[in-house]
């Protein structure tokens, strides 16, 4: 950031009074701009003893296999933006949804918020940012093909409670070095 | 948003290629300028039977009481957030978290995210933005006098799930159409 949006004068980094850290505050009319974390909302659309999965068409990961997810919409909810990130990538719809996996990614600024959810019908298609979408029991999940971590874990967190059949919401903390644990 | 914060140009309201939805665009650098929604991170310090609150001294809502909580800052987590804004706000140290209650609030594009904590010591005062700083017993709680129904229902929630000893995360939308049917 270099100019400020209201008045397009210059800004720089100082600590605004009665604040404790540097922001970009305008030179010119004193408009501070609040930097946020950024919320990826998502969904495991699940029909019987299948779950759905896309495959990326764009980068990064292109290839690589996804569940429904992307950044959260203004004046939308959570969940309405998961639905819609599954109609976009998937060209599915689904029902009784319930917040399942959290993951804060500090690193990069983001909180991922993941939807357990049932396909409303085995109907689905590729949208534009995915090769392929498909149906996948536990045993063919591509494991060593899936795009990221939140990802991964948010399918083993499910096959695990499924053995159980309680769902509780988990909520984690993924930091660069926890990645290259992820077996 | 009037000028483009990388150029300084003029930004107009746009559907850039690709794109469903009109976006902030810079008439000058084609950057596009993306607007997310915010997440307001905060704890419910439990102590005992008895729960810290904090009387506001600044607006909105001053004179009423709330939760410590305020805007999750780039780089850190939403626990980190929700410990940081205990301290600011009641320089109170929390431990044992776990996430309790979310929000959506779509009419202002906020996610609120509190965590149950124990406090790790009867040990408070009054944080800059705080007049005062209590710890309440649910008889004391001043229903009447609290500054958000975010804070209102966390607080219901909480003395709800105390009866029973499970506290599952709770998820809900909030409308402004609800905010007058909160009791």
Redesign the interface.
């Known amino acids: 950031?270099?100019?400020?949006?209201?008045?397009?004068g210059?800004?720089s980094l100082r600590v605004p009074a009665?604040d404790d850290?540097e922001r970009h505050v305008c030179d010119r009319c004193n408009t501070v701009?609040?930097?946020?974390?950024?919320?990826v909302v998502g969904c495991l659309p699940v029909h019987g003893d299948l779950v759905l999965l896309c495959r990326r068409a764009i980068q990064p990961r292109r290839d690589y296999w996804t569940l429904p997810a992307g950044?959260?919409?203004?004046?939308?909810?959570?969940?309405?933006g998961a639905r819609r990130e599954t109609w976009e990538e998937a060209r599915a719809r689904v029902e009784d949804e319930?917040?399942y996996t959290?993951f804060?990614l500090?690193?990069i600024?983001q909180?991922y918020m993941f939807y357990r959810a049932r396909l409303a019908a085995p109907e689905f298609a590729a949208g534009?940012e995915s090769l392929d979408v498909a149906l996948f029991t536990e045993d063919a999940i591509p494991w060593r093909e899936l795009a990221f971590p939140v990802v991964d874990l948010t399918l083993r967190r499910f096959f695990e409670d499924r053995r159980s059949g309680v769902f509780?919401?988990h909520?984690q903390?993924l930091r660069p070095a926890d990645w290259s644990r992820t077996p």
């Open positions: 950031m270099k100019y400020c949006s209201s008045c397009g210059e800004v009665d850290r701009h609040y930097r946020n974390p950024r919320i950044f959260m919409e203004i004046g939308e909810t959570t969940l309405e319930s917040l959290i804060d500090p690193h600024s909180v534009p509780p919401t909520c903390t």
